[in-house]
DNA sequence: CAAATGAAATTCTCAGACATTTACAAATCG
DNA sequence: CGATTTGTAAATGTCTGAGAATTTCATTTG
């Protein structure tokens, strides 16, 4: 039918701004197109709570003619939310599309990805992953040292005896659940939240052949050590010794950085 | 660009009736629709470098007929990738769909819409964002008094003084700034790409007719202490001063968080 | 009472048409 | 000649209308 189709939308769009978008020289482009519009303007709704995790939108056919649109184009908006995990859409007769709760590993998920594209394109150095993670885990593992419970120092035990495991993916994941476990120790969800990604970027930077022979004996002392000092409820302690862990670990990454050997 | 299998998979489809057990109630999800499957493998190739930031991939009618899907199908698809940042669409002769350069302010506007919803709904804490600010902060002040450079110093001076400064909204932003030119200041851009949002995030929970009369002077002279250790080039002082600064913030965050005055 | 059946509501997918945007080449005009 | 206008092609954007598939729930049936 007709060119632009008008978007409706109750009460407030701030349709003033008319006199400065239209002249300049790069031409910015006119407006933005309709399910752009419509996907804006429902993201509104979720972030400033007017609608809240749980409730369901109007069905597809009822959006398209709230907003004045098409369907296709209300499903265009529709996948670009639940690209972004702010909506979520089941079939059936009790379906619909629904404002979803955004969880801790929804997030990380969305960096762990992010990260790895940035890694890789220069914009964002292992230096920089290594200096962050520091930046996180150290305070981590101080507060990790006040605020541990029974059943994470058990687990962390279990992970902490690594160089003597034959495979090697285990002897990963071990690795990796130990460092996991004292952020979540720390009780601050955000932290982990932040380094894991970070964390398992690092990971996927490092070539595995290039580790030197007692690379993991050293790890287990001071994994051992670090455990130590969270087991006793010292602070200080286990803060230093995340430190100086951190410190060693960093010479090995920059050693075997895949982009160091072509 | 080439080689994709069909979305309408080989062999592994259910098609018709491979009707095992599978039936009973606790039915897992059937097979993702289309459009995710597109979504799916167009963004593996991208995550996994095969196709690279710029190149661009066919136009929707030939992605249709490479997947053997609807020219709709793709374009939900293209939605979903493009709500990520991970391609972009441009119209006209030229036009087409392009691998997006994933940017720092794009990563960090999605966590500042992201965070700022899960501390709406209990899923991280004002103290969580305080400690976790902390955390990015205090070594981002120490690495700016290593790594600082003379425009950082001017422009930071410039920033200095907030408490006698009228409009609310200037002193805002000046008091932003400041924070803003020391992770700069850091050199390590992937601090200050997770730190802004969180700094962002804690601001709008912050009311501002609550803070006491004198807190801006207060601010002020927190400031100029960290100010003179960077300048200065102490990394020792200027860390412990923000971490004194960002102390005697706490109680004031944390007094004047918006759910606590309902 | 259990299992099969059917109805209903919703999303999912398709096909095809037309509108709009944009870059660039060609034609036109001063 | 040079600047402006016009036209054309290629791509995305939008609409329409139709079914197909999925899921829940009520109903019927054995």
Do not use: C
Request: hydrophobic share 40%; proline share 3%; no cysteine.
């Amino acid at each position: 039918m007709e060119g632009n189709a008008p978007v409706n939308m109750p009460a407030s769009l701030p349709q003033g701004l008319s006199h400065e978008a239209g002249r300049s020289s790069l031409s910015v482009n006119r407006i933005q197109p309709a399910y752009a519009q419509v996907a804006s303007q429902l993201r509104d709704l979720i972030v400033t709570g007017q609608i809240q995790t749980g409730d369901h939108l109007p069905n597809e056919s009822e959006l398209a003619t709230i907003f004045g649109v098409s369907r296709s184009t209300v499903r265009e908006a529709l996948r670009s939310l639940a690209a972004q995990s702010l909506v979520y859409t089941k079939r059936g007769v009790t379906g619909g599309t629904f404002v979803a709760e955004l969880d801790a590993e929804t997030v990380s998920a969305y960096l762990r990805t992010s990260l790895g594209l940035m890694s890789g394109s220069a914009g964002v150095s292992v230096a920089e992953l290594l200096e962050t993670r520091a930046a996180l885990e150290v305070p981590a593992t101080r507060l990790a040292a006040i605020r541990r419970t029974d059943g994470a120092i058990t687990e962390m035990e279990q992970n902490l005896s690594i160089s003597n495991v034959e495979d090697e993916a285990v002897r990963y994941a071990k690795n990796s659940r130990f460092h996991e476990l004292i952020l979540e120790a720390s009780g601050n969800r955000l932290l982990g939240l932040v380094a894991s990604p970070i964390f398992d970027v690092l990971k996927s930077r490092f070539r595995r052949e290039d580790v030197e022979k007692n690379y993991w004996d050293r790890v287990d002392n001071d994994h051992r050590e670090i455990f130590s000092h969270i087991e006793a409820g010292d602070p200080d302690g286990a803060e230093s010794a995340m430190r100086a862990h951190l410190r060693r670990l960093e010479s090995t990454y920059e050693a075997t950085d895949i982009t160091a050997h072509p």
